[in-house]
């Protein structure tokens, strides 16, 4: 009798601020089938961004469907799928009808930028960073938590009894699939709460107390790749098991297979963020840089060093949305192409304050340096060129704390520009990388869901199937490139309040 070869299709659900995506994946990590939704921000009042949970999971739910369905699979012939998902996103539910209380608070909300500004020099913010690895910062969930118990009515008792459950879009997500069978998390996606302790891998009664956060809210903390049980039956066609859960940075590290101490990526989707392996050694930054969860596999947890940008796609889409600039990115590369340099025009994308290394909730967006000879192609390339300051930003500071990348492994939409990757390098003076697959975010959830369910048995063996598609090497004048990037950190400077 011929044995009947077990089955390798995974398939990744990608849930994103912007959007929700599903990919099915060959075992080679081969799209073999993909469905994507675009998923719309509100924004209630200034710096407030939110989105519509119930509308999160009925996308992820037809996304999932249409992949499948794209990929002429079904879901038995699946060995497992994987999550990964805008972290930070905060969503609070009743346990019983599993219906949101409140819209998700989205992780660029600005809302609690006054209770942050209060308790910043508190004993309790300091001792924070150094059992989390983060700041005392809107951007985390934590802050988020409590608003939503405190505004809306009765929430806060029936936290503490037990009714409502809080997690993170994975978490959201997992409780749909399952039935309400499952509330948990990982290790990731904990870590970005500001209530998860790095040194025991759990919650922290003290940051629970500080934020008035009842533990009863809280799901449990697994490994990123660990079975996190089974999708009802009845969504899919057949139960998958969930292999994987993982935020959206550290699945785009594992996709880009940087495994070892020292391997730095970046990825540039909505916001832009770098993440640096460091083994595992919980890195305290002096540069205000955060500290955080890599990935945990059986028990061991692999810490990383992370520079968040707010705004970096989401500049483009503000200049075809906003003010009309653009019909569509894929024209920003070629208006980019028109004009040697932006003559001194600097667009600062501070739309919801500045992230690293600055954490500026006050700052606002600016476009400086403006003159009579100034047009359209000055202000996109300003705001391209601001993706690549920022980056150094970020790469500077990393250098300070820990080591000084040699290659950045890029990856995300804006990393398909060609023109944009090499001003990178020339800014950055690093060599660049962009891999076959850009879409690693979605790639490293199916990754880590196939190491769950035995489609890959090591971490070795998915590094072996990463490739790199094309290099750039730094080309521009060095003394160039300083004065470029003198001229970004004082645009910075005059959108901040001091």
């Known amino acids: ?117 209060e308790h910043a020099a508190s004993f309790s913010a300091q001792s924070l960073h150094v059992k989390t690895g983060l700041l005392l910062d809107p951007y985390f969930s934590a802050t988020k938590i409590a608003w939503i118990l405190d505004h809306v009515e009765g929430a806060r008792a029936r936290a503490e009894a037990g009714e409502l459950a809080f997690g993170t879009i994975d978490s959201w997500l997992l409780w749909k699939l399952t039935g309400g069978r499952v509330h948990a998390t990982d290790a990731t996606n904990a870590s970005r709460t500001l209530l998860y302790n790095l040194a025991t891998g759990d919650w922290d009664d003290e940051l629970l107390a500080f934020f008035k956060v009842p533990r009863a809210l809280l799901p449990a903390v697994q490994d990123t790749a660990s079975n996190f049980g089974e999708t009802d039956a009845e969504l899919l066609g057949s139960p ?110 501070a739309f919801t304050g500045l992230g690293a290394p600055y954490w500026d909730p006050r700052a606002r967006g600016a476009i400086l340096g403006l003159t009579r000879d ?12 601001s993706v690549c300051y920022q980056t150094r930003d970020l790469l500077d500071a990393m250098a300070k704390d820990a080591v000084a990348p040699t290659e950045l492994r890029v990856d995300g939409g804006m990393a398909v520009n060609d023109w944009l990757m090499q001003f990178l390098a020339d800014i950055v003076r690093v060599t660049v990388v962009r891999p076959q697959t850009v879409e690693t975010t979605a790639l490293g959830a199916a990754l880590l869901a196939g190491l769950t369910s035995g489609v890959y048995a090591s971490l070795d063996e998915i590094a072996a199937l990463w490739r790199a598609e094309a290099r750039f090497e730094p080309q521009m004048d060095a003394a160039r490139a300083d004065a470029l990037y003198a001229g970004w950190v004082e645009a910075v400077a005059r959108t901040r309040v001091n």
Request: net charge negative.
């Open 240 to 349: 998958v098991t969930i292999g994987a859960m993982v935020g959206d940075q550290q699945a785009a590290t594992v996709g880009q297979a940087c495994f070892q101490p020292g391997m730095i990526k970046s990825t540039y989707g909505t916001g832009c963020f770098v993440v640096l392996n460091t083994g595992d050694k919980a890195v305290q930054s002096q540069h205000r840089l955060l500290g955080t969860v890599g990935y945990r596999l059986n028990g061991a947890t692999t810490h990383a060093l992370e520079g968040s940008i707010f705004v970096a796609g989401a500049a483009v889409q503000w200049l075809r949305d906003a003010v009309h600039l653009i019909g569509s990115a894929a024209e920003t590369e070629a208006l980019a192409k028109t004009i040697p340099d932006t003559q001194g025009v600097y667009l600062v994308p």
């Open 1 to 117: 009798m011929t044995a009947v070869a077990a089955p390798s299709a995974l398939l990744a659900i990608d849930q994103g601020t912007t959007s929700t995506r599903a990919i099915v994946f060959d075992r080679l990590g081969n799209k073999l089938g993909v469905a994507q939704c675009e998923l719309p921000q509100s924004f209630p009042d200034s710096g407030w961004v939110e989105h519509d949970a119930s509308r999160i999971w009925t996308d992820t739910l037809a996304c999932a469907r249409g992949a499948l369905a794209d990929a002429k699979l079904q879901a038995h012939e699946l060995a497992a799928l994987g999550i990964t998902n805008q972290r930070e996103t905060t969503v609070i539910w009743d346990r019983a009808t599993a219906e949101p209380i409140h819209p998700a608070i989205v992780w660029q909300d600005r809302r609690t930028a006054a209770f942050c500004a």
């Open 374 to 385: 100034s047009g359209i192609a000055h202000i996109v390339r300003a705001a391209l060129e």
